[in-house]
């Protein structure tokens, strides 16, 4: 799996990203990579922050920015033992438009934000979000604040099986699997499209999707309920998977969070979202 990029704006719902985020790098063991989005140098600098490791000579950013991670990552090895490798980007303008050149320069698989409630509990996602993950072409996770951070134990991709994405499932596979998670891929029919009778679903499933690397941890579930946001609500609250998985603008994406901006999380969905660019 690739290295991890989390947005840094020292904002509550940032930090508590930031231990969900630290704790699936030591579980992959991959980079984590924090960028200060409002910091403002010349040129772009990954310095090596890992614990284990570095000095003061070899940490040349100032407390005020490293410290507050410091403490999680310090917090993360006494409960788990696990000791990420942290770097942070330096010295180059935060926007949508730089993301490529920091994902392709330090090879970035997934980016991640906080987001926290409005002032009427809601969660939004952000469209600069969005924008980053088009632009990079990585999956954004987003991390509600009120979350409680853990390893993914249960994965759920919801899609149209006609429509499912093997790269996806590639990558889910690369993720679960440190994880020791298993991935559900929930067939919900898309509107206008008539449902997939069972056995034929399944024999798709296996056929197209199925592979020795991931048979083990990869299952099917095919969904009667063509409310995308009641099925939904069954696989996160009835189910238990704490991970959900969507693509951008897509049908089960705009059916459970709205067809334009701001979208809006449902109340009842309390997990992770892993959105992957359209």
């Given at each position: 799996m690739k290295n991890i990029l989390i947005f840094n704006d020292f904002s509550p719902e940032a930090e508590h990203a930031a231990e969900l985020a630290l704790l699936l790098a030591g579980k992959t063991n991959t980079n984590l990579y924090v960028w200060n989005t409002f910091d403002k140098r010349e040129n772009p600098v990954a310095k090596e922050l890992a614990v284990?490791?570095?000095?003061?000579?070899?940490?040349?950013?100032?407390?005020?920015?490293?410290?507050?991670?410091?403490?999680?990552?310090?917090?993360?090895n006494w409960e788990t033992g696990l000791l990420p490798v942290v770097k942070f980007i330096e010295g180059v303008d935060y926007a949508p438009n730089h993301v490529l050149s920091i994902v392709s320069r330090y090879d970035i698989g997934m980016l991640v934000r906080g987001i926290a409630e409005d002032e009427s509990d809601l969660l939004h996602i952000k469209s600069e979000a969005l924008g980053c993950s088009t632009k990079s072409g990585c999956p954004v996770l987003l991390i509600p604040q009120k979350v409680n951070y853990k390893a993914f134990e249960k994965i759920v991709y919801a899609t149209d099986l006609r429509f499912c994405r093997r790269e996806i499932v590639s990558f889910l596979s690369q993720l679960a699997k440190p994880l020791n998670a298993?991935?559900?891929?929930?067939?919900?029919?898309?509107?206008?499209?008539?449902?997939?009778?069972?056995?034929?679903?399944?024999t798709?499933?296996?056929?197209?999707?199925?592979?020795?690397?991931?048979?083990?941890?990869?299952?099917?579930?095919?969904?009667?309920?063509?409310?995308?946001?009641?099925?939904?609500?069954?696989?996160?609250?009835?189910?238990?998977?704490?991970?959900?998985?969507?693509?951008?603008?897509?049908?089960?994406?705009?059916?459970?969070?709205?067809?334009?901006?701001?979208?809006?999380?449902?109340?009842?969905?309390?997990?992770?979202?892993?959105?992957?660019?359209?």
């Open positions: 284990a490791h570095a000095n003061e000579e070899e940490t040349e950013i100032t407390t005020d920015h490293t410290s507050w991670i410091l403490k999680l990552e310090s917090k993360l298993s991935i559900l891929i929930a067939n919900i029919s898309a509107k206008g499209l008539p449902f997939m009778e069972d056995n034929y679903a399944r798709v499933f296996s056929e197209t999707l199925l592979t020795r690397a991931n048979q083990e941890h990869v299952y099917f579930s095919n969904i009667r309920e063509r409310n995308v946001p009641r099925a939904i609500d069954v696989l996160v609250n009835g189910m238990n998977n704490d991970l959900l998985v969507l693509v951008n603008n897509k049908f089960h994406f705009n059916e459970l969070v709205g067809q334009n901006m701001p979208y809006i999380i449902p109340t009842n969905i309390h997990v992770p979202l892993l959105i992957f660019p359209s």
